[in-house]
């Protein structure tokens, strides 16, 4: 029987930077149900940081992860884990309402914001098709998150630290017998004082076989496609651009450019793919808004990023389970959350309070909390 202080679940981004912030301070084993780590929604992610995007709460666990991905420690990534890429939140006339209401809640932590003119706007990114876009509101400090290289680089880290990761260990059984949790997964058996939930999409299943309560996690399919740009057009200055009430966005992606519909369709746990309806639309929504009409796609997919209710992340003891910690609801937001909601993991389980950075950005642990869904 393989014995840890702590036994994570999931082995995409939140199980990863959490296992190894906890490894800082006890034994850890990461446990993954596929054959690698962040098969699913991590490994399918075309992360920004975006300070602007997500709910006030989410907007602070990204403050608080800046420093981390501007400073990583020593020997973590080769390369830079950030790549400026502004982006423009564009609307249309009918939406300058929606563009105003953005730019009133997010501005007062994001005094860089830009606001353009929809002739502006077009001089920034020359495929807005002439008259779509009525206002637009730049966020100069955002970027490009090298996915690949954080989610590599925390699991060299947490082997580094003493770490094990098992892949191919779904997980079968949590029995909790005085104060120590039985796990069976794959064909071990381990024993851990503390069973964290990182398991993604498969959260609340999870949570099942522990006798916890469900904290109403949904997962909902993602789609993004990628083609090559017109002739004699290089995207690379380009900044993201996103329409403010989430219909679509685009960006510049390897010397292509990669699109998607925001879409949001409620799924079952899965190894999502992409439906052709939803390819469709977001071929109809660029074509109105832009003057990009691919000929063919060079590569579609599809990903589930997981929520409850409010949409903020849930990181935090279960009420009525002891030993039975929530890592999950990162939504569209897990890898510009990650750094911050490591540590805040780490830091209520090792210390049992937030790190005073993140406290400083206005988080509390009754926010992370899962007992706030069951109230």
Known sequence: ????DFLVVGGGIAGASAAYELAAGGRVILLEREDRPGYHSSGRSAAQFI????????RALTRASRPFYEAPPEGFAAQPLLSPRPVLFVAREDQRAALAEHVAEVKPQAAALEELAGPEAEALVPVLRPGYTAA??????????????????????????????????EVAGLA?????????????TYQASVVVNAAGAWGDEVAALA???????VAKRRTAVTFDPPAGVDPAPWPLVADVEEQFYFKPEAGRILASPADETPSPPCD??????????????LEKATTLAPRRLAHRWAGLRSFVADKSLVIGMDDRVAGFFWLLGQGGYGFQTAPAAARAAAGLLLEGALPQDIAAEGVTAADLSPGRLRT
């Open 211 to 217: 006798g916890a309560a469900p904290v109403g996690l």
């Open 176 to 188: 909790l017998d005085k104060g120590t949790w039985r796990i069976e997964a794959g064909r071990e």
């Open 272 to 285: 999502a793919q992409p439906e052709e309806l939803d390819v469709a639309i977001v071929m109809d929504r």
């Open 1 to 4: 029987m393989k014995t840890c």
């Open 136 to 169: 637009a509101v730049l966020e100069p400090e955002a970027s490009d998150i090298d996915v690949h290289t954080l989610h590599q680089g925390y699991l060299a880290a947490f082997r580094r630290r003493g770490g094990a990761v098992a892949v191919k260990a």
């Open 51 to 58: 300070e602007t995007y997500g709910n006030a709460g989410v």
